[in-house]
C-alpha cells in the first residue's frame, strides 16, 4: 500500500464520489471522511449544547435554595443534558471516527454502503431539532430524567413525551444502519492480507461496538414503545393498576442500558491502544489479549443490567448474581489497563496532545471503575444508590473516559484530516485546564455522595453548600476550557504548519499498533486505484 498525498487523496475523491462543490457536496456526499466530518462536527455541537444544560444545573446549584430556575425546568434540563451527551454526543463522535478510520485501516476504498451512511447520518439533526423543540411546548420537555422511568414517563410526564419517544426511534435507526454498515465494511472489505488478529484495535472494538448496537437497539426502541402506549393509548405495561410492572420497565431499558455504556466506552479502548504505543515508541503489549478482553467485556455486559437496580427488592439470589457478574467485568478491563502500563512501560516516551490525554483517560477512567466497584457491592450500593456519588462515577467514565479518548483521537489525527498541524500550544492549555477543572468538578461529588446528597433535586441542604461551589466552579471552568479546543479546531483548518507524511516525531511507531508493520495510518491507496 502506498502513502497518498493530501492532493491524490482530494483527487481520488472527486474522481470516485463525483460529489458536487459546495452545499450540495455536503449533503449529498457518501464519501466516508465528509461523512466522517459531518458527525465529529454535529457531535460537537450538541457536545456544547448539552454543557450549556449542564451549566444552568451547576448554576442552580451553586447555592442551596432555588434561585434561577423552576424546579421542573430543572428536570428538563437534567433529562435532556443526559439525552444530548448519550445519544447527540458521545455516539455520533464515535461514529464520525469510525466513517474517517476504518476504510483507511483496512485498506478499503469507502464505507461498504456509501448512501446508507449519508442517509444514517442526516436523520440525526432532525431527530435532535425534536427533542429540543419539545422543551418549547406547552408543559415542557421531558422532565424525567435521562433513563425515563415508568411511571414518571408514562402517568406523570407531559404531552411532549410524543416527540422525545419519536426523536429517540430515530436516534435508534441512525445507530442501527451505522452499526450494519461497519460491520459490513469490516467483513467484506478488508485489503488482501488484513486477517483477523491483524486488525487495528480500534477496528475490532467498533465492530465488537456494533453488534452490540444491533443487539440493545431494537430493545431501547420496545421500550419507548411501550411508555408511547401506555401514556396516549390506553395499555399498562408499566401501570400496576391495569396488571403491569413499573420495574419490568427499569428491567427492559437496563437491558439495553448497560450494554449501552459499553458501546460508548468500547470504541475509546480502541483509540488509547493506538495513541499509546505511538508515543511509547513500542508495539502494543498483549495484542491478543486486548481483543479477547474487548468481546469478554461485551459479553458480559448483557448480565449485568439489574446492579442499576440493587434496590428495587430482588430475591438474595439475584443480588449476588448481578454483584457477582459486576465485579467479574472489572477482570478484562483491568487486562486492558495493564496492557496499557505494559506498552509505555520503558518505552521512548514522548508526551504531546494526544498521549497527554490517553495517560489522563488511563488514570480517570480506572477511577471511575473502582467507584463502580463500589457500587456493585450491593449492601453498599443500598447507601450509594441515587445519591451524586452515582453522577460522580458515571462521569468519571463518560468525560474522562469517552470524552477525553474523543479529545486525544482528535488532536492524533487532525493533521492527518486537515493536512496541518494544530497549536501543540493551544492543546496543551486545552488539556491542563480540562484536567484540572474536571476533577474539581466531578472528584467533591464522590464525598457529597457518601454523605447522602440525593441526585437530580434542585435544591439541598446548607450543609453541602461549600462543596457544591466548588464543583459549579469546576464545571464552568470545564466548560470554558472547551472553547480552546473550538479555537484550535478552526485554527487548524483554516491553515497553519503543513502536516508531514508522518506527524509524530519518531512516528514509526505507529506502525506497532498491528502485531505486523502495515503502515494502516497513513492515507492508503484504494485497491481500485493501485
Known amino acids: 500500500m502506498s502513502t497518498l498525498t493530501q492532493d491524490q487523496i482530494a483527487s481520488h475523491d472527486e474522481h470516485h464520489h463525483g460529489a458536487p462543490k459546495g452545499i450540495m457536496r455536503w449533503i449529498l456526499t457518501t464519501n466516508h471522511k465528509d461523512i466522517g466530518t459531518l458527525y465529529l462536527w454535529f457531535s460537537f455541537i450538541m457536545f456544547l449544547t448539552g454543557g450549556a444544560m449542564a451549566m444552568v444545573i451547576r448554576a442552580e446549584l451553586f447555592q442551596p435554595g432555588l434561585q434561577l430556575v423552576e424546579p421542573n425546568f430543572f428536570n428538563q434540563m437534567t433529562t435532556v443534558h443526559g439525552l444530548?451527551?448519550?445519544?447527540?454526543?458521545?455516539?455520533?463522535?464515535?461514529?464520525?471516527?469510525?466513517?474517517?478510520?476504518?476504510?483507511?485501516?483496512?485498506?478499503?476504498?469507502?464505507?461498504?454502503?456509501?448512501?446508507?451512511?449519508?442517509?444514517?447520518?442526516w436523520i440525526l439533526p432532525f431527530a435532535f431539532t425534536i427533542l429540543l423543540s419539545s422543551l418549547f411546548m406547552e408543559g415542557g420537555g421531558p422532565n424525567f430524567g435521562w433513563t425515563f422511568y415508568a411511571?414518571?414517563?408514562?402517568?406523570?410526564?407531559?404531552?411532549?413525551?410524543?416527540?422525545?419517544?419519536?426523536?429517540?426511534?430515530?436516534m435508534g435507526i441512525s445507530s442501527i444502519m451505522g452499526a450494519i454498515n461497519v460491520i459490513v465494511t469490516i467483513v467484506n472489505l478488508r485489503a488482501p492480507g488484513m486477517t483477523w488478529m491483524k486488525l487495528p484495535l480500534f477496528v475490532w472494538t467498533w465492530l465488537i461496538t456494533a453488534f452490540l448496537l444491533i443487539a440493545v437497539m431494537p430493545v431501547l426502541a420496545g421500550a419507548v414503545t411501550m411508555v408511547l402506549t401506555d401514556k396516549f393509548f390506553g395499555t399498562s405495561f408499566f401501570e400496576a393498576a391495569g396488571g403491569?410492572?413499573?420495574?419490568?420497565?427499569?428491567?427492559?431499558?437496563?437491558?439495553?442500558g448497560h450494554p449501552e455504556v459499553y458501546i460508548?466506552?468500547?470504541?475509546?479502548?480502541?483509540?488509547?491502544?493506538?495513541?499509546?504505543?505511538?508515543?511509547?515508541?513500542?508495539?502494543?503489549?498483549?495484542?491478543?489479549?486486548?481483543?479477547?478482553?474487548?468481546?469478554?467485556?461485551?459479553?458480559?455486559?448483557f448480565l449485568v443490567w439489574a446492579h442499576h437496580m440493587f434496590t428495587t427488592g430482588m430475591p438474595v439470589f439475584a443480588e449476588l448474581f448481578f454483584m457477582y457478574c459486576?465485579?467479574?467485568?472489572?477482570?478484562?478491563?483491568?487486562?486492558?489497563?495493564?496492557?496499557?502500563?505494559?506498552?509505555?512501560?520503558?518505552?521512548?516516551?514522548?508526551?504531546?496532545?494526544?498521549?497527554?490525554?490517553?495517560?489522563a483517560f488511563i488514570i480517570l477512567f480506572t477511577i471511575g471503575g473502582f467507584s463502580g466497584l463500589m457500587l456493585a457491592?450491593?449492601?453498599?450500593?443500598?447507601?450509594?444508590?441515587?445519591?451524586?456519588?452515582?453522577?460522580?462515577?458515571?462521569?468519571?467514565?463518560?468525560?474522562?473516559?469517552?470524552?477525553f479518548s474523543i479529545m486525544a483521537a482528535a488532536y492524533y489525527w487532525l493533521p492527518k484530516w486537515t493536512g496541518h498541524m494544530y497549536s501543540e500550544r493551544l492543546g496543551q492549555w486545552h488539556f491542563w485546564c480540562s484536567v484540572i477543572s474536571v476533577n474539581v468538578l466531578f472528584f467533591p461529588m464522590h464525598f457529597l455522595g457518601l454523605a447522602g446528597m440525593p441526585r437530580r433535586i434542585p435544591d439541598y441542604s446548607i450543609q453541602f453548600a461549600d462543596v457544591n461551589q466548588i464543583v459549579s466552579i469546576g464545571g464552568f471552568a470545564f466548560g470554558l476550557s472547551q472553547l480552546i479546543f473550538l479555537v484550535l479546531v478552526i485554527k487548524c483548518i483554516r491553515g497553519g504548519e503543513k502536516a508531514p507524511?508522518?506527524?509524530?516525531?519518531?512516528s514509526e511507531g505507529l506502525e506497532w499498533t498491528l502485531p505486523s508493520p502495515a503502515p494502516y495510518h497513513s492515507f492508503t491507496t484504494p485497491p481500485e486505484v493501485k
Open 84 to 121: 444530548i451527551m448519550v445519544f447527540g454526543a458521545v455516539m455520533p463522535a464515535f461514529t464520525g471516527l469510525a466513517n474517517w478510520l476504518i476504510p483507511m485501516m483496512i485498506g478499503a476504498p469507502d464505507m461498504a454502503l456509501p448512501r446508507m451512511n449519508n442517509w444514517s447520518f
Open 151 to 170: 411511571p414518571l414517563s408514562t402517568t406523570y410526564s407531559p404531552d411532549s413525551t410524543a416527540l422525545f419517544v419519536f426523536s429517540i426511534h430515530i
Open 244 to 256: 403491569g410492572d413499573p420495574v419490568m420497565f427499569q428491567h427492559i431499558f437496563w437491558f439495553f
Open 264 to 301: 460508548m466506552i468500547l470504541p475509546s479502548f480502541g483509540i488509547i491502544s493506538a495513541i499509546v504505543p505511538a508515543f511509547s515508541r513500542k508495539p502494543l503489549f498483549g495484542y491478543a489479549s486486548m481483543v479477547y478482553a474487548t468481546a469478554s467485556i461485551a459479553i458480559l455486559s
Open 326 to 359: 459486576t465485579m467479574l467485568i472489572a477482570v478484562p478491563t483491568g487486562v486492558k489497563v495493564f496492557n496499557w502500563v505494559a506498552t509505555m512501560w520503558r518505552g521512548s516516551l514522548s508526551f504531546e496532545t494526544p498521549m497527554l490525554f490517553a495517560v
Open 377 to 403: 457491592i450491593t449492601p453498599a450500593d443500598f447507601q450509594y444508590h441515587d445519591t451524586y456519588f452515582v453522577v460522580a462515577h458515571f462521569h468519571y467514565v463518560l468525560v474522562t473516559g469517552a470524552i
Open 501 to 506: 507524511a508522518k506527524p509524530w516525531e519518531g
